[in-house]
C-alpha cells in the first residue's frame, strides 16, 4: 500500500475513535443530568460514575489509538522489509 493511503487511513481512524469518545462522555453526562432532574435516590452515584468516565473514557480511547498504531506501524514495517 501507499504511504499516503496508511498515513490518511490512520488519521481517519483517530478522528472516528475521538468522535467515539466525545459521544461516550456525552452521553453519560447527558444521564447524568437526567437523573438528576428526576431526582433520584442514587444521584450521587451516578455524578461518581460520571466524573470516572470522565478520567476513564479517554484513557481506554489513547490506549486504543496508541495499540492501532503500533499494530499498523507493525503491519508497514514488515511490507517495506518484503
Given at each position: 500500500m501507499d504511504g499516503s493511503y496508511m498515513g490518511d487511513m490512520k488519521k481517519k481512524v483517530k478522528r472516528i475513535m475521538a468522535w467515539i469518545g466525545?459521544?461516550?462522555?456525552?452521553?453519560?453526562?447527558?444521564?447524568?443530568?437526567?437523573?438528576?432532574?428526576?431526582?433520584?435516590?442514587?444521584?450521587?452515584?451516578?455524578?461518581?460514575?460520571?466524573?470516572?468516565?470522565?478520567?476513564?473514557?479517554p484513557i481506554i480511547m489513547w490506549i486504543n489509538m496508541f495499540l492501532y498504531d503500533r499494530i499498523i506501524g507493525d503491519k508497514k514495517q514488515s511490507e517495506v522489509e518484503e
Amino acid at each position: 500500500m501507499d504511504g499516503s493511503y496508511m498515513g490518511d487511513m490512520k488519521k481517519k481512524v483517530k478522528r472516528i475513535m475521538a468522535w467515539i469518545g466525545i459521544c461516550l462522555l456525552l452521553a453519560i453526562y447527558l444521564l447524568m443530568l437526567i437523573f438528576a432532574l428526576m431526582k433520584t435516590e442514587n444521584w450521587f452515584s451516578y455524578f461518581l460514575v460520571a466524573m470516572v468516565a470522565t478520567i476513564v473514557v479517554p484513557i481506554i480511547m489513547w490506549i486504543n489509538m496508541f495499540l492501532y498504531d503500533r499494530i499498523i506501524g507493525d503491519k508497514k514495517q514488515s511490507e517495506v522489509e518484503e
